[in-house]
């Protein structure tokens, strides 16, 4: 239904008169009930910066969506939409919003980070709609919307896509809640039953979670960022073809998609760092004739390359001083790690080790052992040695320094 046809036909008298308002950016015309938000009154601003953005996103040239304009109604009191013909009777009994054409509906939200966001969902679905010709499959379609969605917006400015660093900065979200719970719960989803989550599924939220995290995941990884930013071109496809397709375009890397998959499940907070975390190989120097494999403090998994056997004695020593958090003055910490803060139970910046799977053992979770300063250690599969310093994926940024150490 093109925008003028919901709205046209009643001027802004008469929806004055049963209560809405009209006001008009270059891209967005607001029909709202809602009075004494600011956020709101802010909507159609909002929405020309965020076209903008999907246009550099999506690869479409600004001229094309130059005259491009979307109707939303921002409701309130669901009823005053229905007395005025602006909510068809088709719809689905939606709970926050929905996009038809150029067309979206929100129901209003709590907060003003949640309302915009939702405003953002839905036209980010409006712009594929035009300038894709498509959503692709439903993870797609909605992980393209939230991880869109999510943005900052200060001082009049719109960021996109934006890097959270707190849930703070996105209250009432609650996408990483969900995935965690479901990790408490046992209900993690693998990466192919995100790819081919059904539609209906979409009527529980949480669903919406683990869109969002796989086109995370996806976007910001070195090794898959170039496959998934060519997935809008693929957009009008069917489901299955679009989901084969780039499948197979990353089928050489599939086990560590999987691995890394649930790597990123395991430890999943605000503020993530996806690329941080690729599991990369660690650098080997040699000291007195000796192979010394050197961990980075900043980095996620490091792969030393060494095969263990189920069982096996390990003889790890770990020397070096290093940098964990960088709050007015450095935080400095040997392998040991710091005790006056933990992470998951363990030191702050202790070294810690796991097995990496090389065959399909179903639980890909990793299973990390403190290791500390060394010591002699069995492991209970057999497998790739993988080393890194214990604390938050989140706060990686901030270390420097190195550990070196020797394995027997």
Same mark, same amino acid.
């Given at each position: 239904?093109?925008?003028?046809?919901?709205?046209?036909?009643? =001027?802004?008298?008469?929806?004055?008169?049963?209560?809405?308002?009209?006001?008009?950016?270059? !891209?967005?015309?607001?029909?709202?009930?809602?009075?004494?938000?600011?956020?709101?009154?802010?909507?159609?601003?909002?929405?020309?910066?965020?076209?903008?953005?999907?246009?550099?996103?999506?690869?479409?040239?600004?001229?094309?969506?130059?005259? #491009?304009?979307?109707?939303?109604?921002?409701?309130? =009191?669901?009823?005053?939409?229905?007395?005025?013909?602006?909510?068809?009777? =088709?719809?689905?009994?939606?709970?926050?919003?929905?996009?038809?054409?150029?067309?979206?509906?929100?129901?209003?939200?709590?907060?003003?980070?949640?309302?915009? !966001?939702?405003?953002? !969902?839905?036209?980010? !679905?409006?712009?594929?709609?035009?300038?894709?010709?498509?959503?692709?499959?439903?993870?797609?379609?909605?992980?393209?919307?939230?991880?869109?969605?999510?943005?900052?917006?200060?001082?009049?400015?719109?960021?996109?896509?934006?890097?959270?660093?707190?849930?703070?900065?996105?209250?009432?979200?609650?996408?990483?809640?969900?995935?965690?719970?479901? +990790?408490?719960?046992?209900?993690?989803?693998?990466?192919?039953?995100?790819?081919?989550?059904?539609?209906?599924?979409?009527?529980?939220?949480?669903?919406?979670?683990?869109?969002?995290?796989?086109?995370?995941?996806? =976007?910001?990884?070195?090794?898959?960022?170039?496959?998934?930013? +060519?997935?809008?071109?693929?957009?009008?496809?069917?489901?299955?073809?679009?989901?084969?397709?780039?499948?197979?375009?990353?089928?050489?890397? #599939?086990?560590?998609?999987?691995?890394?998959?649930?790597?990123?499940?395991?430890?999943?907070?605000?503020?993530?760092?996806?690329? +941080?975390?690729?599991?990369?190989?660690?650098?080997?120097?040699?000291?007195?004739?000796?192979?010394?494999?050197? @961990?980075?403090?900043?980095?996620?998994?490091?792969?030393?390359?060494?095969?263990?056997?189920?069982?096996?004695?390990?003889?790890?020593?770990?020397?070096?001083?290093?940098?964990?958090?960088?709050?007015?003055?450095? #935080?400095?910490?040997?392998?040991?790690?710091?005790?006056?803060?933990?992470?998951?139970?363990?030191?702050?910046?202790?070294?810690?080790?796991?097995?990496?799977?090389?065959?399909?053992?179903?639980?890909?979770?990793?299973?990390?052992?403190?290791?500390?300063?060394?010591?002699?250690? +069995?492991?209970?599969?057999?497998?790739?040695?993988?080393?890194?310093?214990?604390?938050?994926?989140?706060?990686?940024?901030?270390?420097?320094?190195?550990?070196?150490?020797? @394995?027997?």
């Amino acid at each position: 239904v093109p925008a003028a046809q919901l709205w046209g036909q009643l =001027d802004n008298q008469k929806l004055a008169a049963i209560g809405l308002r009209v006001t008009s950016g270059k !891209h967005l015309t607001l029909i709202t009930d809602v009075r004494g938000r600011d956020d709101v009154d802010q909507f159609p601003v909002v929405f020309d910066q965020a076209v903008q953005q999907w246009c550099e996103y999506f690869g479409i040239e600004p001229a094309a969506a130059a005259s #491009w304009h979307v109707t939303g109604c921002v409701m309130g =009191d669901k009823q005053k939409f229905l007395d005025a013909g602006l909510l068809p009777g =088709d719809l689905p009994n939606f709970p926050a919003g929905y996009q038809r054409g150029l067309n979206v509906w929100l129901h209003i939200q709590p907060g003003n980070y949640y309302a915009r !966001h939702l405003l953002l !969902h839905e036209g980010t !679905h409006a712009f594929m709609d035009q300038f894709l010709g498509g959503y692709g499959p439903p993870w797609y379609a909605e992980g393209m919307a939230e991880m869109l969605a999510v943005h900052r917006w200060t001082g009049g400015k719109l960021n996109l896509n934006h890097k959270i660093g707190s849930r703070d900065e996105v209250p009432y979200w609650g996408r990483v809640k969900l995935i965690r719970t479901d +990790r408490i719960n046992d209900k993690s989803l693998s990466i192919e039953s995100v790819l081919f989550t059904v539609p209906s599924a979409y009527q529980n939220v949480r669903y919406y979670g683990w869109s969002w995290a796989a086109c995370e995941f996806f =976007d910001n990884h070195p090794d898959y960022q170039a496959a998934f930013r +060519r997935l809008p071109q693929q957009a009008a496809r069917s489901s299955d073809d679009f989901n084969r397709d780039f499948q197979a375009e990353i089928a050489d890397h #599939w086990t560590a998609v999987q691995l890394q998959w649930q790597m990123m499940i395991d430890e999943i907070e605000y503020g993530y760092d996806v690329a +941080r975390a690729q599991v990369v190989p660690a650098e080997t120097v040699t000291v007195d004739g000796k192979s010394v494999w050197v @961990i980075a403090g900043d980095r996620g998994w490091q792969d030393t390359g060494l095969q263990v056997s189920e069982n096996q004695d390990v003889q790890i020593t770990a020397t070096g001083e290093y940098q964990v958090k960088k709050e007015g003055r450095p #935080w400095m910490c040997q392998a040991g790690g710091i005790t006056i803060e933990y992470y998951r139970g363990r030191p702050l910046g202790q070294l810690i080790a796991a097995i990496g799977p090389d065959a399909d053992l179903g639980d890909r979770s990793l299973k990390p052992v403190g290791i500390g300063s060394g010591g002699k250690f +069995r492991f209970s599969q057999s497998g790739t040695l993988y080393l890194r310093v214990n604390e938050s994926p989140a706060q990686w940024r901030d270390n420097q320094g190195v550990l070196h150490v020797q @394995i027997e």
